[in-house]
Each structure stands twice: as C-alpha cells, then as structure tokens.
C-alpha cells in the first residue's frame, strides 16, 4: 500500500501578482522550490488564508530570487496580491516509510523570504 503524504510546503507565501489572462497556473520563485523539493509542472495545493479558498495547478518556475508567487489564469479568481497562501506538494510513499516520511517545510516572511526550514509540522497547541 502507498500512502499520499506531504512532500513540501511553502506557509504563509504572499501573493505577489494574480495574472487572469495568462495560462494557468502558479509561478513560484525557482529558490523556493528547490528549498522545498517542488518541481516544474509539479501538481500543488493552494490554500488561501485569507479567503479559505483552496485549488490545485501546477507549478511554473519563477525568477531566481525574485520572491514570485503569481496565480495565473482562473486561479487568479481565488486571490489577490497581497493574500497569504500555503502551497503544499503531495507524494506517494510506501506504507513501510510513511511513518518516517520528513516532508521539507519552509516558512516564509511578507518578502516570501525563508525564515524557517522544518522538517516536521510542529504539534498544535490544545488551550
């Protein structure tokens, strides 16, 4: 059996431009993803913080350091600059190393600059 886990995850990404006239999907600084492990016409989620909007597309490389986390096409309905997003990628693991699965998990500031690289989520806090 195989199991989908997460693989990567950009948390708390700024939008930084929503393109509506343009094919679809999301263009993501290059740096980003590979501190992430995503790739180039790799599928993700898209989750808006904002809105609660949640999509999938996938991804298109974005200029080196630029900080780019654009929405294109109809997805560009679900956001506006300034949203911030969480964009998750999947995979499939066997089920005899899912439990030992690290996904890689990069927090990011209002500049989609990374300030954290996690391997685990962190537990919730239950008040």
Known sequence: MYRTMMKGK???????EANLNYVGSITIDEELLEAVDMLPNEKVQIVNNNNGARLET????GKRGSGVICLNGAAARLVQEGDKVIIISYGLVPEEKARDHQPRV???????TITQMIGLEPEATIL
Not at 58 to 61: D, L, Q, R, S
Request: glycine content about 0%; cysteine-free.
């Open 106 to 112: 990069a927090v990011l500031d209002e500049n989609n």
């Open 10 to 16: 950009l948390h708390r990404a700024t939008v930084t």
């Open 58 to 61: 996938y991804i298109i490389p």
